[in-house]
T-cell receptor
Framework: AQSVAQPEDQVNVAEGNPLTVKCTYS??????LFWYVQYPNRGLQFLLK??????LVKGSYGFEAEFNKSQTSFHLKKPSALVSDSALYFC?????????????FGTGTRLKVLA | NAGVMQNPRHLVRRRGQEARLRCSPM?????VYWYRQLPEEGLKFMVY????????ESGMPKERFSAEFPKEGPSILRIQQVVRGDSAAYFC??????????????FGSGTRLTVV
């Protein structure tokens, strides 16, 4: 079965420090991987995606993610965290069960950036 | 250009009542997706609709839940005879093209349903 795991419920990081939010996946076939961010009382916003090609994907707001096939991981990273990055982050994989593509989301990781 | 609009933002229903959740997609988007987020869980797919058609309802509970996306007006997710376990955040997303592996969606802010 296809699945996505975000092993950390919460990640705390000091402002200016690098941040990593972890994600691992389990899919049959090629993975199509995504990161979304949810700010309080807002909908999910698309950050970045990996479909094929370069393992390092760059996205919005200075975020990037590294696809690692051997470790089946797609960790989200940012070199220097901002307080405004504090939000809920979801990793997702697109799966084509039932004939249409749909997301399978992880449970989310709450990022807290401390001033 | 308004994003995906969902209303109401919060909805409280007593057990046994009906809940109607509305979703207006982005302008020019004719594909709508509903996801549900139960407490402490990730979002889970419910249904994918195109105008006047249900394309994939494999994530919908078999009873009490229905969805529509009429030619005119918003998409509606309807829950009849709500129970406490229906309490969740319901998110709608839209896209201009049929769902494929590569596109990201635009999500609404969600409707938080509380059943008392």
């Amino acid at each position: 079965a296809q699945s996505v795991a975000q092993p950390e419920d919460q990640v705390n990081v000091a402002e200016g420090n690098p941040l990593t939010v972890k994600c691992t996946y389990s899919v049959s076939g090629n993975p199509y991987l995504f990161w979304y961010v949810q700010y309080p009382n807002r909908g999910l916003q698309f950050l970045l995606k990996y479909i094929t090609g370069d393992n390092l994907v760059k996205g919005s707001y200075g975020f990037e993610a590294e696809f690692n096939k051997s470790q089946t991981s797609f960790h989200l990273k940012k070199p220097s965290a901002l307080v405004s990055d504090s939000a809920l982050y979801f990793c997702a994989v697109k799966s084509d069960t039932s004939g249409t593509y749909k997301y399978i989301f992880g449970t989310g990781t709450r990022l807290k950036v401390l001033a | 250009n308004a994003g995906v609009m969902q209303n109401p933002r919060h909805l409280v229903r007593r057990r046994g009542q009906e809940a109607r959740l509305r979703c207006s997609p982005m302008k020019g988007h004719s594909h709508v997706y509903w996801y549900r987020q139960l407490p402490e869980e990730g979002l889970k797919f419910m249904v994918y609709l195109q105008k006047e058609n249900i394309i994939d309802e494999s994530g919908m509970p078999k009873e009490r839940f229905s969805a529509e996306f009429p030619k005119e007006g918003p998409s509606i997710l309807r829950i009849q005879q709500v129970v406490r376990g229906d309490s969740a955040a319901y998110f709608c997303a839209s896209s201009p093209l049929p769902s494929d592996r590569e596109d990201g969606y635009t999500f609404g802010s969600g409707t938080r349903l509380t059943v008392v």
